[in-house]
């Protein structure tokens, strides 16, 4: 019915015009609600067929919605992943993949016994879906629509139709249709987690198997299946599924352990509840699963493959290398999410209803590790659909240990410390500063668990208990973190001093989560903070000119960071009021800074560090700065009780405002400065509070407006009408109501003073004619030559329309305000009540915003993006000698041996061989819970095996170099009877002075037909990322051009299908563009010889295995389509380059 209402009022013409129009089409909401909808049609058969009804529509949405992204990458925007790149292409290839099946169908019905097994358009159709699959989102679209229904039946009876009980034998092997099908049928079952589709043709594919055992791919494929037979999809088959996965561990990821991503995938299936559906009672039978997996030992068999995984993947990633073929990368996410998801099944079973504790810490160090080597990039970047959704499986399952804390147990210091929440927090925080390689990842995971900071912005109203649910949850997360006081401030001090720029954006964004929480974590981080500033000022306070280094800068830059935050502002306030007992030091630093502001410097540190302070001042006036809002509820506080608790007191106040006008009468002091201490005086004469103080240092320093009006006229400038437009601004707020109206009818700088009715005090004019002449200028002839300046430049710029009225005005009215008047020191001091505690703040807070509309502006994030800045790099180099630090920090380290052991061998991949030798990983820390047997630690493979030489002299093999499958004198074995003789490809390169190919790391293991030949790099390059798993020893070649159905693919598949390979949003190389291993230029294409298939002799030896070191590193680091860190091979010579021969 959705898809008829769909298809009658026209939605894909509909959604294609809304995408071509700028305005909606920029809207965030309309771009969400779009995505949301396509990809729910593209899930079902139903709504692929509606795609393809509705083709010319269907085209042009493709169209816009690549649109879109490509301006987002011209324009150099991060997205916040609201139209991926990869969607377009997948549901193009989708519907293409649909098509080509319709077209299978169509053949079958119409073809005869009689016909010749290989008919052109048959081939045709195999052909375009082999094609697609050359990309890793074609690959997942081609695996996606052939589990919907009974599509892969088509290629079940194709291949049953041409099977040897068919066919015969040798017209079985002959048949390149009957091949295409047998790599179609492997990519399915190892794209697609589609269970219900291996249920329903499990039985049928073990068959065809079992029936051509001669078949690379079929033997390949019952490796994949091999956990399914005689399997039945229930929940009984849950203990002998994890016995396999338990027998298989040693083999992960290699050519003898697919059958475990398998076996996974159906556990998953099997004993994972789906999402729950509001208002519907979960069914009693995933409870009984989640018993069967317990009482099988999986929780022990999990941990023990993510283990697994992470030795795997921990070397390639250390060296930014590309971590494998698109079915590695398959292999590996597949295998990831579903251990995840069974982990977080198990784990919210169990710790629900918080009788149960589980201390076995081999979880959340899993976790860490493998969120690191998964999720780990800039934050420039963003994590492709999988990894985010690895991302979220990870924090969902750490955040399942604070459900095991029994809230009706006493809370003491020891249960504290001892409970699974404290256990976990442990875990990670240590995590964070145990390897640099962990920095950035740890921090990432820090944030991700923390809750956000409050208020929330919200269209509807929150009801009181969801309120105090919130609260308390801050407060249960302030209790855990502060028994790891020390691991936070060991973090804090560590990362403070760092010039490594997304670090210090997510030290920052951690900071501003804890001191969000509770008051007691607040104190514990800007304690933290200000610490190391007093450490800083007092380190060197012999010489005054030394004391203000780098460190310095980053360290004011951090607190300016914070201070902008209602939590830590009024942390802050707290801290430098000198009212808690112990920290009298920090209102001491707090006048020194000031100081610092007031004392001369022309060093680019020390004005740097007064910008700094600056700004910090004008967050702390900033009486919007707080955690009780006076709008947030009936019972709101008043405008006094709003400013004590927000606001400096008043011996801080008054050396705050002596600090803001000596900036201003300084001729030294900067742009940037002048300008964020007339906005915060602004903040402060919004209220008489303010301006009292404001007026008393203003009798103090009577020229500070003189002086700074006398710059505005000398430096006048397009740049600088910033500056005049906001002094004057500020003049206009302090007079006194009635003088306002004779400043002219325009309002628009008025509006200030009119949202703060509750101010009485003001200044009138002839106080500040008084406050703004000298001997030698009156302010009269200022403002007449700041007149003239205004109006020569309006000419060239509309903007300063409203500037030149402002000061015409203001003119006027010093003009007729008669002689000038000094200040009046009659105005009564305002009285503020004395601020509530810090704890008493944040048990009140505001928790909402009620809005009427949510703010489009507002992103899903709730920080700034980080956006990279151009700093001065030589403000940060420091003199050190290396070789005395080696000697220091690492005198038993042997460069040799360690780079031999990283470049001269390999971690386990795919295929590659067991080895005997083998390593303990990873005790149990604790007695855990689960596992009856006791068993806490398991012998595992050593990560790198030994370098294997392949057999002398073959070169690169395989199909893409023409040699002759059956060529026996080049696969004959060594004779090792008599000295070595030398091999006839090795004579002939040395004949043609060609390097000889190097000795290398074997191709993954494949079952042999002829014999094994030897692969380049772990497999091919090429777009489809090296997959060495579609390689097989039969004859099954491009199809002939004389079909007419396509043309001859000389340069395979790389050349003719780059333009699928899309690259993600800011971050396309291979970990966050750290690589070093970036490939050269590839060789150019060799044309094919007369035969039409065999090359020259000569041109073998040049495309043997490459250059040195393990295949894993010779890869192209640059972006594929697998994006991330599986990034695709670079577009190299295809393996078909031979035409097909009959």
Same mark, same amino acid.
């Given at each position: 019915?959705?898809?008829?209402?769909?298809?009658?009022?026209?939605?894909?013409?509909?959604?294609?015009?809304?995408?071509?129009?700028?305005?909606?089409?920029?809207?965030?909401?309309?771009?969400?609600?779009?995505?949301?909808?396509?990809?729910?049609?593209?899930?079902?058969?139903?709504?692929?067929?509606?795609?393809?009804?509705?083709?010319?529509?269907?085209?042009?949405?493709?169209?816009?919605?690549?649109?879109?992204?490509?301006?987002?990458?011209?324009?150099?925007?991060?997205?916040?992943?609201?139209?991926?790149?990869?969607?377009?292409?997948?549901?193009?290839?989708?519907?293409?993949?649909?098509?080509?099946?319709?077209?299978?169908?169509?053949?079958?019905?119409?073809?005869?016994?009689?016909?010749?097994?290989?008919?052109?358009?048959?081939?045709?159709?195999?052909?375009?879906?082999?094609?697609?699959?050359?990309?890793?989102?074609?690959?997942?679209?081609?695996?996606?629509?052939?589990?919907?229904?009974?599509?892969?039946?088509?290629?079940?009876?194709?291949?049953?139709?041409?099977?040897?009980?068919?066919?015969?034998?040798?017209?079985?092997?002959?048949?390149?249709?009957?091949?295409?099908?047998?790599?179609?049928?492997?990519?399915?079952?190892?794209?697609?987690?589609?269970?219900?589709?291996?249920?329903?043709?499990?039985?049928?594919? +073990?068959?065809?198997?079992?029936?051509?055992?001669?078949?690379?791919?079929?033997?390949?494929?019952?490796?994949?299946?091999?956990?399914? !037979?005689?399997?039945?999809?229930?929940?009984?088959?849950?203990?002998?599924?994890?016995?396999?996965?338990?027998?298989? &561990?040693?083999?992960?990821?290699?050519?003898?352990?697919?059958?475990?991503?398998?076996?996974?995938?159906?556990?998953?299936?099997?004993?994972?509840?789906?999402?729950?559906?509001?208002?519907?009672?979960?069914?009693?039978?995933?409870?009984?699963?989640?018993?069967?997996?317990?009482?099988?030992?999986?929780?022990?068999?999990?941990?023990?493959?993510?283990?697994?995984?992470?030795?795997?993947?921990?070397?390639?990633?250390?060296?930014?290398?590309?971590?494998?073929?698109?079915?590695?990368?398959?292999?590996?996410?597949?295998?990831?999410?579903?251990?995840?998801?069974?982990?977080?099944?198990?784990?919210?079973?169990?710790?629900?209803?918080?009788?149960?504790?589980?201390?076995?810490?081999?979880?959340?160090?899993?976790?860490?590790?493998?969120?690191?080597?998964?999720?780990?990039?800039?934050?420039?970047?963003?994590?492709?659909?999988?990894?985010?959704?690895?991302?979220?499986?990870?924090?969902?399952?750490?955040?399942?240990?604070?459900?095991?804390?029994?809230?009706?147990?006493?809370?003491?210091?020891?249960?504290?410390?001892?409970?699974?929440?404290?256990?976990?927090?442990? =875990?990670?925080?240590?995590?964070?500063?145990?390897?640099?390689?962990?920095?950035?990842?740890?921090?990432?995971? +820090?944030?991700?668990?923390?809750?956000?900071?409050?208020?929330?912005?919200?269209?509807?109203?929150?009801?009181?208990?969801? &309120?105090?649910?919130?609260?308390?949850?801050?407060?249960?997360?302030?209790?855990?973190?502060?028994?790891?006081?020390?691991?936070?401030?060991?973090?804090?001090?560590?990362?403070?001093?760092?010039?490594?720029?997304?670090?210090?954006?997510?030290?920052?964004?951690?900071?501003?989560?804890?001191?969000?929480?509770?008051?007691?974590?607040?104190?514990?981080?800007?304690?933290?903070?200000?610490?190391? &500033?007093?450490?800083?000022?007092?380190?060197?306070?012999?010489?005054?000119?030394?004391?203000?280094?780098?460190?310095?800068?980053?360290?004011?830059?951090?607190? @300016?960071?914070?201070?902008?935050?209602?939590?830590?502002?009024?942390?802050?306030?707290?801290?430098?009021?000198?009212?808690?007992?112990?920290?009298?030091?920090?209102?001491?630093?707090?006048?020194?800074?000031?100081?610092?502001?007031?004392?001369?410097?022309?060093?680019?540190?020390?004005?740097?560090?007064?910008?700094?302070?600056?700004?910090?001042?004008?967050?702390?006036?900033?009486?919007?700065?707080?955690?009780?809002?006076?709008?947030?509820?009936?019972?709101?506080?008043?405008?006094?009780?709003?400013?004590?608790?927000?606001?400096?007191?008043?011996?801080?106040?008054?050396?705050?405002?002596?600090?803001?006008?000596?900036?201003?009468?300084?001729?030294?002091?900067?742009?940037?400065?002048?300008?964020?201490?007339?906005?915060?005086?602004?903040?402060?004469? =919004?209220?008489?509070?303010?301006?009292?103080?404001?007026?008393?240092?203003?009798?103090?320093?009577?020229?500070?407006?003189?002086?700074?009006?006398?710059?505005?006229?000398?430096?006048?400038? !397009?740049?600088?009408?910033?500056?005049?437009?906001?002094?004057?601004?500020?003049?206009?707020?302090?007079?006194?109501?009635?003088?306002?109206?004779?400043?002219?009818?325009?309002?628009?700088?008025?509006?200030?003073?009119?949202?703060?009715?509750?101010?009485?005090?003001? &200044?009138?004019?002839?106080?500040?004619?008084?406050?703004?002449?000298?001997?030698?200028?009156?302010? =009269?002839?200022?403002?007449? =030559?700041?007149?003239?300046?205004?109006?020569?430049?309006? !000419? *060239?710029? @509309?903007? +300063?329309?409203?500037?030149? *009225?402002?000061?015409?005005?203001?003119?006027?009215?010093?003009?007729?305000?008669?002689?000038?008047?000094?200040?009046?020191?009659?105005?009564?001091?305002?009285?503020?009540?004395?601020?509530?505690?810090?704890?008493?703040?944040?048990?009140?807070?505001?928790?909402?915003?009620?809005?009427?509309?949510?703010?489009?502006?507002?992103?899903?994030?709730?920080?700034?993006?980080?956006?990279?800045?151009?700093?001065?790099?030589?403000?940060?180099?420091?003199?050190?000698?290396?070789?005395?630090?080696?000697?220091?920090?690492?005198?038993?380290?042997?460069?040799?041996?360690?780079?031999?052991?990283?470049?001269?061998?390999?971690?386990?991949?795919?295929?590659?061989?067991?080895?005997?030798?083998?390593?303990?990983?990873?005790?149990?820390?604790?007695?855990?819970?689960?596992?009856?047997?006791? !068993?806490?630690?398991?012998?595992?493979?050593?990560?790198?095996?030994?370098?294997?030489?392949?057999?002398?002299?073959?070169?690169?093999?395989?199909?893409?170099?023409?040699?002759?499958?059956?060529?026996?004198?080049?696969?004959?074995?060594?004779?090792?009877?008599?000295?070595?003789?030398?091999?006839?490809?090795?004579?002939?390169?040395?004949?043609?002075?060609?390097?000889?190919?190097? @000795?290398?790391?074997?191709?993954?293991?494949?079952?042999?037909?002829?014999?094994?030949?030897?692969?380049?790099?772990?497999?091919?390059?090429?777009?489809?990322?090296?997959?060495?798993?579609?390689?097989?020893?039969?004859?099954?070649?491009?199809?002939?051009?004389?079909?007419?159905?396509?043309?001859?693919?000389?340069?395979?598949?790389?050349?003719?299908?780059?333009?699928?390979?899309?690259?993600?949003?800011?971050?396309?190389?291979?970990?966050?563009?750290?690589?070093?291993?970036?490939?050269?230029?590839?060789?150019?294409?060799?044309?094919?010889?007369?035969?039409?298939?065999?090359?020259?002799?000569?041109?073998?030896?040049?495309?043997?295995?490459?250059?040195?070191?393990?295949?894993?590193?010779?890869?192209?680091?640059?972006?594929?389509?697998?994006?991330?860190?599986?990034?695709?091979?670079?577009?190299?010579?295809?393996?078909?380059?031979?035409?097909?021969?009959?």
């Amino acid at each position: 019915y959705e898809i008829y209402y769909f298809f009658y009022h026209h939605f894909l013409e509909l959604v294609t015009l809304l995408l071509s129009i700028p305005v909606t089409s920029a809207h965030p909401g309309v771009l969400q609600a779009t995505k949301d909808v396509l990809k729910f049609l593209a899930q079902s058969q139903k709504g692929l067929l509606f795609f393809m009804s509705e083709y010319e529509a269907t085209n042009l949405l493709i169209r816009a919605l690549c649109h879109l992204y490509d301006q987002d990458e011209e324009e150099g925007l991060q997205s916040d992943g609201v139209i991926d790149d990869a969607f377009a292409l997948w549901l193009q290839d989708s519907t293409q993949t649909l098509q080509c099946i319709t077209e299978l169908f169509t053949h079958f019905q119409r073809c005869t016994a009689s016909e010749e097994t290989d008919h052109s358009d048959l081939l045709g159709t195999l052909h375009n879906l082999y094609l697609i699959t050359f990309n890793p989102v074609g690959r997942s679209a081609v695996g996606h629509v052939f589990s919907l229904e009974k599509n892969l039946q088509s290629l079940i009876t194709l291949m049953e139709y041409y099977s040897k009980e068919a066919l015969g034998d040798s017209k079985s092997k002959k048949s390149v249709a009957y091949n295409y099908a047998c790599i179609l049928i492997l990519v399915v079952v190892q794209s697609s987690s589609d269970v219900q589709m291996l249920e329903q043709h499990a039985a049928s594919l +073990l068959k065809l198997c079992k029936a051509d055992e001669n078949n690379a791919k079929l033997q390949e494929l019952g490796k994949w299946l091999e956990p399914l !037979k005689n399997l039945r999809f229930e929940i009984n088959c849950i203990p002998n599924l994890i016995e396999y996965v338990k027998q298989n &561990i040693d083999n992960l990821m290699t050519a003898e352990g697919v059958g475990l991503t398998t076996a996974l995938r159906v556990l998953c299936n099997v004993a994972c509840p789906p999402p729950p559906v509001e208002g519907q009672q979960k069914d009693l039978k995933w409870n009984l699963a989640v018993i069967q997996l317990f009482s099988a030992e999986g929780m022990d068999t999990f941990i023990r493959v993510l283990q697994k995984l992470n030795s795997i993947l921990t070397q390639p990633w250390r060296l930014h290398v590309n971590m494998g073929t698109t079915l590695h990368r398959v292999t590996t996410i597949s295998m990831a999410r579903c251990t995840l998801t069974l982990l977080k099944t198990m784990l919210t079973e169990l710790l629900r209803g918080g009788s149960f504790e589980f201390k076995d810490m081999r979880v959340p160090s899993a976790l860490v590790t493998l969120h690191m080597l998964l999720c780990s990039i800039p934050l420039s970047g963003r994590l492709d659909s999988d990894e985010q959704k690895i991302q979220n499986d990870i924090i969902d399952i750490l955040l399942t240990f604070t459900q095991g804390v029994n809230e009706k147990l006493t809370i003491s210091e020891e249960t504290l410390a001892n409970n699974t929440w404290s256990l976990m927090l442990k =875990e990670v925080l240590s995590s964070i500063l145990k390897v640099p390689e962990g920095f950035f990842s740890g921090l990432i995971l +820090l944030s991700e668990l923390l809750p956000l900071p409050l208020p929330m912005q919200t269209t509807q109203v929150i009801e009181p208990h969801d &309120i105090s649910v919130a609260l308390n949850t801050r407060k249960l997360w302030s209790m855990h973190l502060h028994v790891q006081a020390k691991l936070l401030q060991e973090i804090v001090r560590s990362f403070s001093g760092t010039t490594c720029q997304p670090i210090q954006h997510m030290l920052r964004r951690i900071c501003v989560q804890l001191c969000d929480l509770a008051s007691p974590t607040a104190l514990l981080i800007m304690r933290t903070v200000l610490d190391l &500033i007093v450490e800083d000022l007092q380190s060197t306070s012999e010489d005054k000119e030394k004391q203000y280094t780098s460190q310095t800068t980053r360290l004011l830059a951090l607190l @300016d960071a914070l201070a902008s935050h209602k939590a830590c502002k009024l942390a802050i306030l707290h801290l430098i009021n000198g009212t808690i007992k112990g920290d009298e030091r920090y209102a001491e630093i707090f006048q020194d800074l000031l100081a610092l502001v007031r004392c001369p410097g022309d060093s680019v540190i020390h004005q740097q560090c007064v910008e700094y302070i600056i700004s910090i001042l004008q967050s702390l006036c900033d009486q919007d700065i707080a955690l009780i809002l006076p709008t947030s509820s009936e019972g709101s506080v008043s405008e006094l009780e709003q400013l004590s608790n927000s606001l400096p007191n008043k011996e801080l106040m008054a050396s705050i405002c002596d600090c803001l006008l000596a900036t201003l009468a300084n001729s030294e002091s900067s742009y940037s400065c002048l300008l964020t201490c007339v906005r915060t005086m602004m903040f402060l004469a =919004e209220h008489d509070y303010g301006l009292f103080h404001l007026k008393s240092s203003l009798r103090k320093n009577s020229s500070a407006l003189h002086s700074l009006l006398k710059r505005v006229v000398s430096t006048f400038s !397009k740049d600088t009408g910033e500056l005049a437009s906001s002094f004057l601004e500020f003049m206009r707020q302090i007079l006194s109501s009635d003088t306002m109206g004779c400043c002219g009818d325009d309002s628009g700088l008025m509006e200030v003073e009119g949202a703060h009715p509750s101010r009485t005090m003001s &200044i009138n004019a002839a106080e500040l004619k008084q406050l703004l002449q000298s001997k030698e200028d009156s302010p =009269e002839n200022l403002f007449l =030559e700041l007149e003239k300046l205004v109006l020569e430049h309006s !000419k *060239d710029d @509309d903007n +300063l329309d409203s500037l030149l *009225d402002n000061v015409v005005g203001l003119k006027q009215m010093l003009e007729s305000s008669g002689d000038p008047l000094p200040l009046s020191d009659q105005d009564v001091e305002p009285v503020l009540s004395a601020p509530e505690s810090l704890q008493n703040l944040f048990n009140n807070r505001t928790a909402y915003v009620l809005s009427d509309v949510m703010d489009d502006q507002l992103k899903s994030m709730w920080f700034t993006p980080f956006q990279a800045e151009e700093i001065d790099t030589d403000l940060d180099l420091v003199k050190v000698d290396l070789i005395e630090l080696s000697e220091k920090c690492c005198s038993d380290f042997d460069l040799h041996s360690e780079l031999e052991r990283s470049f001269l061998s390999e971690p386990s991949s795919p295929g590659r061989a067991k080895t005997t030798k083998g390593f303990k990983l990873g005790k149990h820390k604790h007695e855990t819970f689960i596992t009856s047997s006791g !068993k806490s630690e398991y012998i595992e493979p050593a990560k790198r095996a030994h370098v294997v030489p392949p057999p002398r002299g073959r070169g690169r093999g395989g199909f893409g170099q023409g040699i002759r499958p059956h060529d026996i004198f080049r696969q004959r074995k060594q004779n090792t009877s008599r000295p070595p003789s030398m091999h006839v490809d090795d004579f002939v390169a040395a004949e043609s002075k060609e390097v000889v190919p190097q @000795d290398g790391i074997p191709p993954p293991k494949r079952p042999l037909k002829v014999s094994q030949k030897i692969s380049s790099r772990g497999g091919f390059s090429g777009n489809r990322g090296g997959r060495g798993a579609f390689h097989s020893q039969n004859r099954f070649f491009t199809p002939p051009a004389s079909k007419g159905n396509y043309s001859r693919r000389e340069g395979a598949r790389g050349s003719s299908w780059s333009a699928q390979n899309t690259p993600r949003g800011n971050y396309n190389e291979s970990r966050g563009g750290q690589s070093n291993f970036n490939r050269g230029p590839l060789p150019p294409l060799r044309p094919l010889s007369s035969t039409g298939y065999r090359p020259s002799p000569r041109d073998r030896a040049s495309r043997g295995r490459g250059g040195l070191g393990p295949s894993w590193a010779s890869a192209n680091s640059g972006s594929g389509g697998s994006r991330g860190k599986f990034v695709s091979g670079g577009s190299g010579r295809g393996r078909h380059v031979r035409s097909f021969t009959r």
